[in-house]
């Protein structure tokens, strides 16, 4: 799942995909680096300025119809927690809403439903959006991620959101600190043996950056360790910035457990 972000402000980019035709030149590269989803955000997940839903649709409206015609096979994803935004790409042909902050409005399972989109149920520490977490706690990180990824996604379900759209997602970062977000990578088949599918957001995370002491541009080897990991311990999705690189581990994790054959065979056959 390749990253684009509509943003000016965005925490890893800086605004390098804020503009239509580099956003456009960023999902060309992406799928031809091989990401098979691409999500699209319009509003950064930090703390800013201020961004409704007006403007969120004026970032977001008419670019989504465009990524569909030029890429007719991508499965395209959506970045909000708004049930009016989510309306509108359903229409422009969206396949995916990806809630990151964990069923803030519960319409959004319901346009789900409506429109025949999938779902992505994410654990934000029940925080409303654009919040960080401070001196958060829980008596057992990982359950609460799956008490309430799991509540929302049979929500889903029950409202008519197809069972095979529906993904789970941790929430690196989002409501946790980092031991948190690295309790929630080692204990992935924990949420895994759920039997929904799993997404991991881990690219360039703060979690990854402090484990290595490492700034927002250096931390590229934590984060391609943290996907290979995350991909050995069951995770299905993996949201990236750096997409040539996370699907090169990918596809080597995938030989390693033997769901995946050789590239190229030579070696010993000469």
């Known amino acids: 799942m390749a990253i684009i972000n ?3 402000d965005s925490f890893f980019d800086r605004g390098a995909t804020y503009g239509e035709p580099e956003a456009l030149a960023a999902v060309d590269r992406a799928v031809a680096e091989g990401a098979q989803i691409i999500d699209i955000g319009a509003v950064k997940a930090a703390p800013g300025e201020d961004v409704d839903t007006i403007e969120e649709l004026r970032r977001l409206g008419g670019f989504v119809a ?5 890429h007719p096979s991508v499965v ?3 970045d909000t927690w708004r049930a009016e935004v989510g309306r509108v790409v359903a229409s422009e042909g969206a396949d995916l809403l990806n809630d990151a902050w964990g069923g803030t409005d519960p ?3 319901e346009v789900a439903a409506e429109h ?6 994410t654990h934000a520490g029940h925080l409303p959006p654009r919040t960080r977490p401070h001196r958060i706690a829980y008596d057992d990180v990982v359950a609460d991620i799956i008490a309430t990824t799991t509540g929302l996604a049979n929500r889903a379900v029950a409202l008519g959101v197809r069972p095979d759209g529906v993904i789970v997602d941790p929430g690196h970062d989002f409501g946790k600190n980092s031991r948190h977000s690295l309790e929630a990578t080692r204990r992935l088949p924990e949420l895994a043996a759920t039997g929904w599918p799993v997404l991991v957001a881990l690219s360039n995370k703060d979690f990854i950056g402090e484990t290595l002491d490492a700034p927002v541009t250096d931390r590229l080897e934590g984060s391609l360790a943290a996907t290979a990991v995350s991909a050995w ?3 299905r999705i ?12 990918l596809d080597m994790v995938a030989a390693i457990r033997g ?7 030579r070696r010993g056959l000469a």
């Open 233 to 235: 311990l069951g995770a």
């Open 107 to 109: 319409r959004l399972a």
């Open 66 to 70: 465009l990524v569909r015609s030029r």
């Open 76 to 78: 395209i994803s959506v």
């Open 259 to 265: 769901t995946r054959d050789l590239a190229v065979a």
């Open 238 to 249: 993996f949201r990236a910035h750096q997409v040539a690189e996370t699907r090169r581990v």
């Open 6 to 8: 509509r943003t000016p």
């Open 116 to 121: 025949a989109l999938g779902l992505v149920c």
